[in-house]
């Protein structure tokens, strides 16, 4: 997900509003697109950056082992410098790239046990049927 900020970088102050598309790669599920719409602001010291990513994971329920949609719209507020340190992501020249960033804060929004619904009823512990799509019997 990167940016040129040649224009940006000469002068401080300037700003500049993208949006750019790069893949998101769940730690355990499929990659997929995923964008960010962010504003730059050059700083002089650094780069700030600030907006908002999206992207429409497919995660695995935890109860029924389903996989479904999971819309993620998540803020990005972070700074980009030439001296990157732990409150700074690292850039060098004329190219921005997000996908770091980017990353972690989606990782940081994916819920640690997924649900695909609130009242999700699971598998039957006894033969594993799908409650969510009736009753197996086992109880009867
Ligand atoms: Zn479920
Ligand atoms: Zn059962």
Request: with cysteine; charged share 25%; net charge neutral.
């Given at each position: 997900m990167r940016i040129n900020i040649a224009e940006l970088k000469r002068e401080v102050g300037r700003r500049l509003s993208v949006r750019v598309q790069g893949t998101f790669a769940p730690e355990d599920g499929a990659p997929v697109p995923c964008e960010a719409a962010v504003r730059l602001t050059n700083l002089g010291e650094a780069i700030a950056v600030e907006g908002q990513v999206t992207t429409v994971p497919r995660l695995t329920c935890s109860r029924c082992l389903e996989t479904f949609e999971y819309p993620l719209a998540v803020r990005l507020d972070e700074e980009f410098s030439e001296h990157p340190d732990e409150d700074a992501f690292g850039y060098a020249g004329e190219v921005l790239d997000l996908g770091e960033a980017v990353r972690q804060a989606l990782e940081l929004a994916l819920p640690m046990r997924a649900v695909c619904?609130?009242?999700?009823?699971?598998?039957?512990?006894?033969?594993?049927?799908?409650?969510n799509q009736g009753p197996c019997g086992c109880s009867a």
């Open positions: 619904r609130e009242d999700c009823r699971g598998l039957c512990p006894s033969c594993g049927h799908n409650l």
